[in-house]
Each structure stands twice: as C-alpha cells, then as structure tokens.
C-alpha cells in the first residue's frame, strides 16, 4: 500500500525531536527535525501559502505520488485547522532554527491566514466558505495564535507575525 502523511505531522512531531536533541546532544535528532521540517515546506505547502492536508507516497521509492484533502471543502481549497497546525510547526521550526526559508515559509502562510479569516482572525472549518452559517474553526485560531504568539519578542524578523498572534489569541478570548 501507499504511505499517507499528514500536515500536521510538522507540529506534532517536531517537539519530540527537538526535546531529543535538547536531552541527548544527539544532532541526528536535529538533523531528522530540520529535514522534517523541510519535507514539509516541499510537500504541504502550496505556492499561495496554503497547505495540502494529505501527501501520499511510493512505498518501494518514497517519491511523493500526490497530494489531496480529507477534511477541506475540496482539493483546492484549504482546511483551516491544517493551517493552523502548519503555521504552529513552522513557528518551532523557525524559532530552533532561526532558518530564512522557514520566517519565508511562515510569512506567505500567516498571509494566507490572514487574508482568508473573517475580521475577527476566526476562520471557518475551510478557508473558502465565508457563510455564517458555516462552523468557525476556534481550534485553528488557537494553534495559530499559539505558535505565533510564542516567537521571541526580540526578533524583528518576526514581529508582525507575534503581533497578529496576539491579536488572534484576544479575538478568541
């Protein structure tokens, strides 16, 4: 069968590899992170700033067959709570890194956030769906804000992307 992964895999994995390293000394388990971290850029982030939810790979090869998604509205649109666990990941991966391709990476992902949320920086279960009606995604919201809001105050490269973290940490509270 084929190998499916997932985009949140950036953020529920990385943390564990980083702790690794942190304990250890063992830069295999940074090396692993950063390549992790990498992958992702190249498989679940799209052009515009979207992500992918699935990537399927050859078993035999491990070459990447095709991307999709489950949970969004269709495979051209995007699944918000997906964006908010990439976005979560990138921050940890730029915030161990301090890696330009990553601050890149997370500034085209928070301007699609951005740009595709209601005023309130609360989107919809998919980025494409604007009607009331439709569920709101607070748990995207949160792991947005989350990663956002953690980036060091002190890096101007990312001050903005901390500071509409806040303000979509106060819009949920």
Not at 27 to 51: I, M
Not at 99 to 116: D, I, K, M, P
Not at 118 to 131: C, I, L, M, T
């Amino acid at each position: 069968g084929t190998r499916v992964g997932a985009v949140d895999n950036v953020y529920t994995a990385l943390p564990v590899l980083w702790r690794a390293y942190e304990e250890t000394g063992d830069p295999t388990f940074r090396d692993v992170a950063v390549s992790h971290a990498d992958r992702h850029l190249d498989w679940y982030l799209r052009p515009d700033g979207s992500t992918w939810h699935h990537a399927v790979f050859d078993p035999e090869t491990g070459a990447l067959e095709r991307q999709y998604n489950e949970l969004a509205r269709s495979n051209d649109t995007c699944w918000a709570r997906g964006q908010g666990w990439h976005i979560a990941g990138l921050c940890r991966a730029y915030a161990r890194t301090e890696a330009a391709r990553y601050q890149r990476a997370l500034t085209r992902s928070v301007a699609y956030y951005r740009h595709n949320s209601p005023e309130d920086h609360v989107p919809y279960w998919d980025f494409a769906v604007s009607d009331p009606a439709e569920p709101r995604d607070t748990s995207a919201a949160a792991l947005a804000a989350y990663g956002l809001s953690r980036l060091d105050p002190g890096d101007d490269r990312v001050a903005e992307l901390r500071s509409y973290g806040l303000h979509i940490l106060e819009s949920l509270v």
